[in-house]
């Protein structure tokens, strides 16, 4: 006796309709792994390609670095800066004897200006005769800086009085000053009783910390230098440092640096009569030829970690021809989204190419 067709169809319906889903689970699973998978290996892909493009930043910056470092000891310097002019060492010499500080053409700014380094890498070298000195026991700069940005004649002398307190060889404290014992009731590390040995040092000093938080235009990383003298180098002196340091707007600080650019200037004198600026000037306290003291800064262009070197050229020094005075790494804020306009961009050499930007 056999079964109805009918009957052997619906018997079996429900078994295929279970293989069938299962099978689109199953189908449905194995995309939805693939998919992961292939996240996976895309997200380690995209990490070994950033891996890569930040080790050849870092690499292009030390090249940029080195280089900078080997032709700011083996170049001739000139009042507009570095230049790579080569030729007979006599053609230097002027009639009197002394070194032709005219500028040729091809300088390289020691204002702070940032230059394309090697591949994508940035760099930028400040004369710190451009800065306020902040190793010195009576440093007026400073307290004219400081004055331009806090009315507080107390706090002004506080500060500074402090900074003197670390600084000198003796325990006895200042008006307004700060001692060890001083240190000791706040919980901060004593003071050295000797020179800063780099800029961010000064946070270290009684007060600083909480005035420099409390005034973030007080751009003091990139105005202070720990310099033994309080000469200064009108020619170097950044843009800012225009700005903070004399007290110009910004428009004039721009006509400035165009000015000296097309034709550095060679005295106070000659400062005065060609800026019709009201001011007056101490001849023996400025400079217009760079000094031997740097600061070399090298960064990639993607951000990231910069590195900070300051050095002292020592062409007849035991140990080389320049010596490293501190080094250091500090955070930099990505700059692909910052360009430059073809006016600011200034052909400097043909080695380093483009200058990237005129915020100095």
């Known amino acids: 006796m056999s079964l109805p067709m009918d009957g052997i169809r619906s018997s079996r319906s429900p078994q295929q309709g279970f293989i069938l889903a299962a099978t689109l689970w199953v189908l449905a699973i194995m995309f939805v792994a693939v998919g992961i998978f292939h996240g996976y290996v895309q997200g380690k ?6 891996a890569k493009a930040n080790l050849q ?8 670095g080195q280089t900078a470092l080997y032709l700011l000891a083996s170049s001739r310097m000139t009042r507009s800066g570095l230049t790579f002019k080569q030729g007979d060492e006599s053609a230097y010499i002027n009639e009197d004897g002394l070194l032709n500080s005219e500028p040729v053409g091809d300088e390289l700014w020691l204002d702070g200006t940032t230059y394309q380094g090697v591949g994508s890498s940035r760099f930028a070298i400040q004369d710190l005769s451009g800065l306020v000195a902040i190793n010195v026991y009576n440093p007026y700069d400073l307290k004219s800086m400081i004055a331009r940005f806090d009315p507080n004649p107390a706090l002004q002398d506080q500060l500074i009085n402090r900074l003197v307190d670390y600084l000198d060889l003796n325990e006895q404290v200042s008006l307004n000053g700060a001692e060890r014992q001083d240190y000791l009731r706040a919980g901060m590390p004593l003071l050295t009783n000797d020179f800063l040995r780099a800029e961010p040092e000064l946070l270290r000093v009684l007060g600083w910390r909480e005035w420099l938080q409390a ?22 002196m950044p843009k800012s440092m225009l700005i903070g340091y004399l007290g110009l707007p910004e428009d004039l600080a721009d006509q400035l640096i165009k000015e000296r650019a097309a034709n550095p200037y060679r005295s106070v004198e000659d400062f005065v009569l060609r800026t019709n ?11 217009f030829f760079p000094s031997n ?10 951000g990231g970690q910069a590195e900070v070197i300051s050095l002292q050229l020592t062409p007849n020094g035991v140990y080389g021809p320049w010596q490293i005075n501190y080094q250091y790494s500090v955070q930099r804020a990505n700059e692909n989204n910052q360009s430059a306009t073809p006016a600011m961009a200034l052909e400097q050499t043909r080695l ?4 990237m930007d005129t915020n100095r």
């Open 277 to 287: 600026l009201l001011i007056n000037l101490d001849e023996e306290k400025y400079r």
């Open 57 to 64: 930043g870092r690499l292009d910056a030390y090249s940029s």
């Open 215 to 236: 005034h973030p235009d007080f751009r003091w990383q990139e105005w202070l230098s720990v310099r033994r003298d309080s000469v200064m180098n009108l020619n170097t």
């Open 352 to 355: 380093f190419g483009h200058a």
């Open 293 to 302: 003291e740097y600061r070399l800064s090298v960064w990639p262009d993607r």
């Open 45 to 50: 892909l995209q990490l070994a390609v950033n």
